[in-house]
Structures are given as C-alpha cells and as structure tokens.
C-alpha cells in the first residue's frame, strides 16, 4: 500500500493501520473516502474528490487493473458554513505550516489551525507589510520571506516548463506557489495549508462585482479548480510539497454551494458570508479587509512585466511567455 496526502472516514483522520484494515476487511468503504490522497494497493488506485492530489487517474475515481470500477464520493453530514470550515481546518491541522498573506481566506485558515505562518513577497509589498500586521493583531507566530527579482526569475524557469497553462495570470500565481512552497521545505515543512478556492466558492475576485450573471460565472470558475488544483500542485511539487486546501473540503464546497450567489457578493462586498464566518474568530478589520491578489500583492506581477519588458516585451507578457515556452504559444 503507498499513501500520499491523507484520509479521513466519517470525520476522523485513518491511521495507516486502520486504512489497511479497511481495505482488507471492508474495500467497499474507500468510496466513502474524503481527505487528500493518491492511494494505491493490490493493483487499484484511488484519487480524492477534488483531485487535490496529483495522480495519473481521474479526480474521485477507483482504478483496479486499468478499469474504473467506482467513483470516490464521501458523504459527511451537512453542516452549516462555520462548522464545514472548522471540521475543514481541525482535520489537516496536524502538521505543515500556512501560507499566509493576511487576507481573511489565510487568515482564517492560520488562526483556526494554530500552525506556524510563511509569509513572502517582494521588498516593500502589500503581502509583507499587511501580513506583519495581521500576524500581529492574531498573535501569530510567522517567518516573513523578502523575495527578490532574481528568485522571481529562477521561479519562472522552473515552473513555466511544467504548468498545464501560460497565461500570465495563472503563470504568475503558479511562479507564487512555487516560491512560497519553497521556503516551506527550506523551513521543513512537506504540507502547505492554503486558502486557494475561497474566491470561486464565496465570490472573492473583483470582476464579481460587474457580472451581468454571477450565478453562472461562479459556476464556471468552480469547475476550473480542478485545473487550478493541477497547476498549483505542479509548482509545489518541484519543492517536494503538497498544498492542503481546507476550502476544497467536502464540507466547505456542500455548505457554500447553496448559499446564493446574491448573497456571496452583497452591497459591494465579496466574499461576504465567508467575511461573516470569519469575524467570529478573527478582528473584523482583518475579516473584511479587501486584499490585492496574490500575484499583485506579493509584487511579482510587477517583476514579471518588467521581465518582460526588458526582453522586447513592452505591451505583451502573454508574448513574452510564450517565447520563453515556444510549445505553448
């Protein structure tokens, strides 16, 4: 049997006896597996829900002898929104350390799990400065890494050639991932929690606000997390690390996909019911601050166009990229 990532059943992490015992004695429960994990025994395999974790099988699939025989589905009692997120954090709190920016998806995230904080960014940016500041209002304890161009540079040669996709915006949060994850293993942590997801399932992106139908782009970006998943973890794989994402539990996608999409952008406000849940365990000046992206805030947008610039790219990183990636061009 190997195991990458974890397994939870019925609400408890599996120890490895236990998963043993089970897929001995009980293999038809593995379909009621949730958590993050590529499992593999006796010729099958088995992928989470989501496909957090990467694997050569599809997300939520059971392969035995190249066949799909069944598909992974875990079924966990439904919970309010506050509780889904609690249960999220408290089953991968056991270990890692939290990417952290001081925005309320990471805040929240780091406050609840109690796990050491990483924050990075470029000298000067919005990242460092806001996530010192809500490290201290938290009491957290946080390593703050001062990025510099010549990192964001080395992060670009290593990832641009193993992403799924070069579009200057997921080039520049995969270029992110990869130094964050990086300082990770550099502080011996293999588990990464992050607050990736947050904005497709609560409305957290500002083009929410102008939809002319947020019911429907919200449905659309949240069948892209897949993809995104895919990306991110390609990046932090090439530091020997994996993302644990506490917004793509089970419990927290069930919870937030019937909350109306007029109620996740509400008077000007994204990511409101999230904010809301949030307020009760963090200062409210840091639950309903509104963060840049990362890829701004960290400053490494900006040392990509500058990149791209220097190079005869003046107006166009797309085609900067796509010379420095002539495959995906």
Known sequence: ???????E????????????EILADHPEQVIRFGGEFLLS???????DLYGIVPGDIEPGAVVCNGTMVCGIRPDPPETDLDDAILTAVRLRSDEGICAFSGGVDSSLVAFLSGRPCLAVGLAGSHDLAHARRAATLMDLSCTFVELTERDVCEALDAVLPVIPDTDPTGAAIALTQYLITRAARELGHERVLSGQGADELFGGYARYLFSPDLERELEHDITGLRRQALRDQTAAGLNGTLL???????RVVRAARVIPAAEKVLDGVRKKPLRDVAARHIPPEIAYY?????????????????MARNNGYKRSLQGYLDQKRPDRG
């Open 1 to 7: 049997m190997k195991l990458r990532g974890w397994i």
């Open 9 to 20: 059943y019925e609400g408890r992490r599996l120890t490895l006896p236990e998963l043993e």
């Open 41 to 47: 025994w006796d010729g099958c395999t088995a992928r």
């Open 244 to 250: 644990s994402l506490p917004y793509l539990d089970v």
């Open 290 to 306: 509104e963060k840049k992206a990362m890829q701004y805030g960290t400053g490494i947008w900006k040392v990509l166009r500058k």
